[in-house]
Each structure stands twice: as C-alpha cells, then as structure tokens.
C-alpha cells in the first residue's frame, strides 16, 4: 500500500512542514535581496552609505543606466528597477539595525525601517517590532507615529502602540475683563444662595453644619475685603 499522505480539508497537520517552508522562504529572500543590495551599492555607489545618499544630482546616473538597460535581465531575477533599489535600501538599514535584532526581522520590516533616519528611533522600533511581534502594517502604524511624533510603547509586552500620556493643559492667564465677568457671575450665584438658604429651616442645622457655615462665610469675608483693598490701592497708583 502507499504511504503517499492524501489530501485532507484541515491543514493543522502540516503546521510544522508549512511553518519550516515559511521561514525557509522568508530567509532566503531577506538573504538574496540583503546580497543583491550589498552588490549593487558596491558596483555603484563604491560600498559607501554616504554616497548613495548624497544629493548629487549626477550620483544615480549609472544606476539608473543600468536599471533601464537591464529590465528585461533584472525581471528574469525577480527583480524591477523599484526592487533592486529597495535592496540597496535594505541592505543599508540592515547594516544600521542592533545585530541582535537582525535575524527577527522581515525583509518588510527592513524595508519600513528604511523610511526612519535616526538612528535611535530605528533600533527603537526594531525592538519593539520582535518584541510586540508586530506585522508590518503594525510597524508602519508605529513609524507614521513616530514621525508625526505621537509613537509611545508604554508596554514592550503588549502588542501595538499606544499615544503618549496626554500633555495637561497649560493655564491661560486671566484678563481683566474676564475677571470682572466671573466676579459679577459669583455675586449672582451667592444672591442665588442666600435665597435658597432663607428657605430652609435653619433651626434644624447640626452643630457641625453650623460651625462649617460660619468659617465658609467667614473666609468669603475676609476675600472680600482683600479684593476691596487692593481695588482701593489700584485706584490710589
């Protein structure tokens, strides 16, 4: 009889034959495109970082020759023009990423790393991105954070990004007018007050409730005076 496994509706068997073909797959493209990188800014750019970020207009002029002249022979490859220059990426941002770091990662990830320019941020988020085990679309999320300046991890075990803490709100100083408008407001809400009071039976007040009232008026007293005085001083300057 065969030994030849027939197909089945439930994949769950072959967990571990798909999960070592993933990581061969994944490995040998990061490894091909970090190689095709390291080549092609070699050839091009003399290995050097600087170079090929540099802002001379003329410093793409042989890469790009090559890219149009060999599109057809870079396609045969697996690669297109965008491609082979996402590989000089990579393999420039692989070079900067913490090397223990390094083998966790995604070609997609290195790829998004590539957008950040400094260097604390990048190694930031490559932590965070074995950490949390995010996706890419997650990693993306987290460097649009970054650059709008809002990325804040307040917990390297939980997955995703959280905003940092609000900032409180700074204090406007008052105006005089607008003084003037609350002082008037809260001579009306007393009014209020010693209206509501009048209808109550104040017989029925507790000892307590009664001591409380007297330092309540007795403090409103003594802020009224001082307003009164400093009012009286303003008025003599």
């Not at 073909?21 to 750019?45: I, N, P, Q, V, W």
Request: proline fraction near 5%; glycine fraction near 6%.
């Amino acid at each position: 009889m065969s030994n030849i496994t027939h197909p089945s509706a439930n994949s769950d068997e072959y967990a571990e034959v798909l999960n070592d073909l993933r990581r061969l797959s994944t490995g040998m493209l990061l490894a091909f495109r970090l190689a095709a990188g390291k080549r092609l800014l070699d050839h091009f750019y003399d290995g050097q970082i600087a170079v090929y970020r540099s802002q001379h207009p003329a410093k793409d002029s042989s890469f790009a020759q090559f890219s149009q002249t060999c599109r057809q022979e870079l396609a045969d490859i697996g690669l297109s023009p965008s491609l082979a220059r996402q590989c000089i990426v990579a393999h420039i941002t692989w070079q900067l990423l913490p090397p223990a770091v390094r083998d966790q990662l995604l070609l997609s990830h290195v790829v998004e790393l590539g957008r950040v320019g400094d260097p604390s941020a990048r190694a930031r988020l490559a932590m965070d991105t074995t950490l949390n085990r995010w996706n890419v679309e997650q990693l993306k999320d987290a460097i649009d954070r970054q650059s709008a300046g809002t990325y804040y991890d307040t917990d390297a075990q939980r997955a995703g990004t959280q905003p940092p803490p609000a900032k409180p709100e700074a204090k406007q100083p008052f105006q005089a007018g607008r003084l003037v408008t609350q002082l008037q407001k809260a001579s009306a809400e007393l009014g209020e007050w010693q209206a509501a009071w009048r209808s109550i039976d104040a017989s029925k007040l507790r000892g307590p409730q009664r001591t409380k009232l007297a330092d309540a008026l007795q403090a409103l007293k003594a802020k009224v005076a001082e307003l009164e005085a400093e009012l009286a001083n303003g008025d003599e300057e």
